[in-house]
């Protein structure tokens, strides 16, 4: 007895040092440090181009302008998008953001007198092929029209476990909520949320390595596996950024398919690495992306109960600091 407490404490220790190590190597390996770039040049530097945009683009928003804000971040951005045309990637939305952030910043220099001594010296800025592509907006605070449906879509979602197995939501509207989900905040901006979608006999396939759908696992039609690329990350601080962000998209993916009419559910994925590996090999997911959670989805069936789900109060939930009315 009095050794058994120690050892299974020892045991747990072990166990939870091996499944961070394994983590934690995990994101080593799919990290570039300091620029190294370990054979995923491509989106290291895509990474690279959205930070430095972000910071840009941000400066422009800022309630006081600074003029000549950010100069050696626009000449990495200005280099870096250099090197992307250099070789021969495709002219994609991020490119093209990066670009009109440039833009932006030009002229917004030239509108106030702003010598920014050469820096686009030399510079080629593409025509603004995708419009509204990057730079500073206007922001416009909801209706109370929008404000009351979106208190709608909040309350009335709920996990749902009943499916109709027989039908599978479409392309489109997983299209939909993907691109709706896509507006889910995330580190400077970096997306590194990815949603895989399975259907068919995958589906069972893979929910044999998640622990909570038993009861109803059977009729789920739809999955998704919700990833975050690791790649995209700079290093050890954001060690834990790619659950925080691929979080964060699942929730609005949860909401967005509800407004597609579309039951959903969440499913953990708190496993062990061992599972962690066996689902990726069954899902063919790749090494770089972090398993964040799986998601059933399908049509609700007719009159499919769900539980209710007390919540807690806000007054329960709020620690208010400061003076407030
Ligand atoms: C990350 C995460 C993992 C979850 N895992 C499971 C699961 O494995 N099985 C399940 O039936 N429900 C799962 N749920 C759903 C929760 O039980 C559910 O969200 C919670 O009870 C609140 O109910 P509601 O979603 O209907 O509001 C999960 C939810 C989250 C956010």
Redesign the pocket.
Known sequence: MHFKTPLRLLKRWFLLYREVFLDGRRFLSAVPFHGVEKGNGETYLEGAIIRQYHVVEKGLAMPEFRPGFGVSMVRALIKDLEKWKALGLEVNEQFAAGQAVLRAYRDRHAQIGFDLEGLFDGVELEDDCHSGTGGAREFRPLTPDFREAFEHVCRS???V?TFDPEKIPKRQQILEAIALASRAPSVCNRQTARAHVYTGPAVQELLKF?N??RGFGHRVPLLFVVTSDLRLFTGVDERYQGWIDGGMFAMLLLLALHAQGLGA????WSVKNRSDVALRKAGQIPSHERII?LIGCGYPEEGAM??V?QRRPAEKMVRFHGEIS
């Open positions: 979602r709920a996990s476990r998640q909570g759908n559910v969440a499913l953990n959670m769900v539980p789900s």
